[in-house]
């Protein structure tokens, strides 16, 4: 996808930013954005950690009025129960965010078992190169630090394609473009990812 934006009629929340949208996440929006759709009042979304879903759970509950559980694989069976039922009852969506989906959660209680079962299953996936170029940007220029394409293109190829990873690698950018007060740079780019281990003076 060669465009990332949020969908203009969601609210944007003070303070935390644009919500890219790639491939990765494209199928995420569009089901919580007919949410009126849904065969059960409940969502679960999972997806890698930074990439977005408490984010995007926040804003969905902004703009449909429902509610959300963040770590809901953590969360007492029990309260999770009554989270679901009141949402069918009510007719509020629930978003469950977790990790992963059960059955890696292990759901010991027979009625929320069937309850979650009964419930749509989206994932998040990890970036491809097309987004992980928009994060890259995004978190260098919320950091003051314009980024050339030809950063881009020298970083996307050598870097771990995960959030958390870019978040690393955004760290240790930020960290050596001030340490040399300097512009980024591909030498300075090259040279953070050195002092990372990510590669050898030979990259």
């Known amino acids: ?20 949208v790639g491939d990765a996440n494209a199928a995420v929006l569009r089901h919580l954005k ?3 759709l849904w065969p059960v009042m409940a969502t679960i ?3 890698p950690r930074k990439s977005g879903r408490s984010l995007l759970a926040r804003r969905f509950v ?22 679901w039922n009141r949402a069918q009852s009510e007719r509020r969506p629930l978003l469950l965010i977790a990790d992963a989906p059960p059955p890696a959660w292990q759901v010991a209680l027979p009625d929320l078992r069937s309850r979650i ?20 940007e995004k978190l260098l220029g919320a950091r003051g630090l314009a980024t050339p394409p030809e950063v881009l293109a020298y970083l996307v190829p050598r870097i771990d394609r995960s959030y958390v ?37 030979s990259c």
Not at 1 to 20: C, H, I, K, R, Y
Not at 117 to 136: E, F, G, R
């Open 45 to 47: 979304v999972t997806g």
């Open 117 to 136: 079962s009964a419930t749509p299953k989206l994932a998040i996936a990890q970036p491809d190169d097309t987004l992980a170029a928009a994060i890259i």
């Open 165 to 201: 990873g870019i978040q690393h690698v955004v760290d240790m950018i930020d960290e050596t473009a001030l340490a040399r007060r300097s512009r980024l740079t591909v030498p300075l780019a090259r040279s953070a990812l050195i002092r990372m281990g990510v590669i050898d003076d």
């Open 62 to 83: 902004a703009n449909s009025g429902g509610t959300m559980i963040d770590d809901a694989d953590r969360v007492a069976e029990e309260a999770l129960f009554h989270a």
């Open 1 to 20: 996808m060669s465009q990332f934006a949020l969908p203009l009629d969601w609210p944007v929340t003070s303070g935390e930013g644009d919500f890219l």
């Open 34 to 36: 007919h949410w009126a």
